[in-house]
């Protein structure tokens, strides 16, 4: 078994998150994910509609009063933990990059 066939595995099944969970069912159903470096099928999509657009529009519609509310100071202190958390998390972000887009891991960490 190669590291590409190992990656390719772990992939599994990719539903969408929407106001602050994972959704178990989706109104489209779902679809293979085609690794476009290999043409193999690495993984599931949970496909998303209308259903699950109006749904992410909607909380996001009534998250952003308050983040608008946010003091700059605030916000200071926020973003700084997401560029950590990113940072942390650099390698399995990058492996996930590569899976959806076919291209070689170095690349899939310097974006």
């Given at each position: 078994?190669?590291?590409v066939e190992?990656?390719?595995?772990?992939?599994?099944?990719?539903?969408?998150?929407?106001?602050?969970?994972?959704?178990?069912?989706?109104?489209?159903?779902?679809?293979?994910?085609?690794?476009?470096?290999?043409?193999?099928?690495?993984?599931?999509?949970?496909?998303?509609?209308?259903?699950?657009?109006?749904?992410?529009?909607?909380?996001?519609?009534?998250?952003?009063?308050?983040?608008?509310?946010?003091?700059?100071?605030?916000?200071?202190?926020?973003?700084?933990?997401?560029?950590?958390?990113?940072?942390?998390?650099?390698?399995?972000?990058?492996?996930?990059?590569?899976?959806?887009?076919?291209?070689?891991?170095?690349?899939?960490?310097?974006?």
């Open positions: 078994m190669t590291a190992t990656v390719e595995r772990d992939l599994g099944v990719v539903p969408p998150f929407i106001n602050g969970g994972w959704l178990e069912k989706t109104s489209l159903g779902r679809a293979d994910h085609i690794d476009p470096a290999t043409g193999r099928v690495n993984g599931t999509v949970m496909m998303s509609g209308s259903d699950e657009t109006d749904a992410a529009v909607a909380a996001a519609t009534t998250a952003f009063p308050e983040w608008r509310a946010t003091s700059p100071d605030r916000r200071h202190r926020i973003l700084p933990r997401i560029e950590e958390l990113v940072e942390a998390n650099l390698p399995e972000l990058g492996r996930l990059t590569t899976l959806e887009l076919g291209h070689p891991m170095p690349t899939s960490t310097q974006q």
